[in-house]
């Protein structure tokens, strides 16, 4: 049972900031929100990871208000290789993850 | 460093019949892991190991073993194959509960396994 919900679907175009908000009601005091990418036949790869306030690496920024039971992937400036499958998941003590659905990303030019 | 390599990549099986799925790992990690991922869905844990000799259920085990002999590598088994284990495998690694603040999954890039 997925313990994230996030939008199914999402339009961008080239040069656009993007930003997809995850909601974990349930968040447990020991899991880490991370998001994973996918594109077509291929696994899962790690973008950013996070326990609160703000991360920032090459490719994203995550924001986690202080109750922790959200957080947004901030995508800035995307192109058309960022179309692919965002997935915000729990990562637990033992590192088992729960995927949803994701949310479907699709850039325009 | 090649990661996380899975063979097969393809396979094609008839009901009834037995596999192995390999996946190898050369990041010494300590976990490891076996998904599915069905049509238009995210990926469900099968089993998982946290350390050599070590394995454990995961959310849809039935139809499936695994074992954990050498730390770098994970197997999946199908003891006799059903048309409901058609899917895409991954298998994943991670450091560990040691580094579990900020050590990702790494994923293979799976085997796409169709049974007829």
């Known amino acids: 049972l997925a313990k994230t919900t996030q939008p199914i679907s999402m339009d961008s175009y080239e040069g656009q900031e993007v930003n997809i908000t995850c909601s974990h009601n349930?968040?447990?005091?020991?899991?880490?929100i991370t998001w994973y990418q996918q594109f077509p036949s291929q696994g899962p790869r790690f973008i950013i990871q996070?326990?609160?306030t703000k991360v920032t690496n090459e490719v994203a920024s995550l924001f986690i208000p202080a109750d922790r039971k959200s957080s947004t992937l901030s995508l800035p400036r995307v192109s058309l290789s960022d179309t692919a499958v965002y997935y915000c998941?729990?990562?637990?003590?033992?590192?088992?993850?729960?995927f949803g659905s994701g949310t479907r990303l699709q850039v325009q030019p | 460093n090649a990661g996380v390599t899975q063979t097969p990549k393809f396979r094609v099986l008839k009901t009834g019949q037995s596999m192995t799925l390999l996946c190898a790992q050369d990041?010494?990690?300590?976990?490891m892991y076996w998904y599915r991922q069905d049509p238009g869905m995210g990926l469900r844990l099968i089993h998982y190991?946290?350390?050599?000799?070590?394995?454990a259920k995961g959310e849809v085990p039935d139809g499936y073993n695994v074992s954990r002999l050498k730390k770098q590598n994970f197997l999946l088994g199908l003891e006799s194959a059903a048309p409901s284990q058609t899917s895409v495998y991954f298998c994943?690694?991670?450091?560990?509960?040691?580094?579990?603040?900020?050590?990702?999954?790494?994923f293979g890039d799976g085997t796409r396994l169709s049974i007829l």
């Open positions: 349930n968040i447990a005091t020991n899991d880490y």
């Open positions: 994943a690694s991670t450091l560990g509960d040691r580094g579990r603040g900020n050590q990702p999954q790494h």
């Open positions: 990041m010494n990690h300590e976990y």
């Open positions: 996070g326990y609160k």
């Open positions: 998941l729990l990562r637990p003590l033992w590192g088992a993850l729960t």
């Open positions: 190991s946290v350390g050599e000799g070590t394995t």
